[in-house]
């Protein structure tokens, strides 16, 4: 969902089940909501763009889940989609990895899926996106906003969404 307030965007996004889900739709959901704030978690005036990422990785990937590398979070503010871009994994060495400055807005919004990292894009519509392995995948994302002593979500809900359950519970039992 994407919002034009007074001139400035805003952006989020959140997995929903539908019906009773499965162990391992519940398992890849929870983790992708556990992640976004894992990197939220991180955010802080004079951090690297790139500790969002390696957060994010490393938990995804302990309760063994890849994160896609082929979308990534990004500036917002005037303009919907600027600088920096936000990758939900470790950069490489060569990768862009500024710092955060207070007053920065960008989005955090980890794809989480159960096999691969790997997706395809639908070559009719284009906009289409699918696991390589055909495997579940899970979303959530916020628009955050950096300050001096942290950071403020701006998207954050007044309340849980529904089917929210207790994420460290649902892990520890998974």
């Not at 207070?102 to 894009?121: C, H, K, Q, R, Y």
């Amino acid at each position: 969902m994407t919002t034009l307030f007074k001139g400035y965007h805003g952006d989020t996004s959140a997995t929903f089940y539908i019906g009773e889900p499965s162990a391992e739709a519940r398992l890849v959901t929870e983790v992708a909501r556990k992640s976004l704030e894992v990197g939220i978690a991180v955010v802080k005036d004079g951090a690297r763009i790139g500790d969002i990422g390696a957060a994010i990785q490393e938990y995804a990937e302990k309760q063994g889940c890849s994160v896609v590398r082929d979308f990534v979070g990004h500036g917002i503010g005037r303009k919907f989609h600027t600088e920096p871009q936000v990758p939900h994994y470790k950069p490489g060495r060569d990768a862009a990895n500024p710092r955060m400055r207070s007053g920065m807005a960008f989005t955090i919004e980890p794809m989480i899926n159960l096999g691969t990292w790997e997706v395809d894009v639908d070559l009719k519509d284009k906009w289409t996106v699918r696991t390589r392995d055909r495997r579940l995948s899970a979303q959530f994302e916020h628009t955050i906003v950096v300050t001096r002593t942290g950071c403020e979500v701006l998207t954050r809900r007044s309340r849980p969404l529904a089917n929210s359950e207790n994420i460290d519970m649902l892990l520890a039992n998974g």
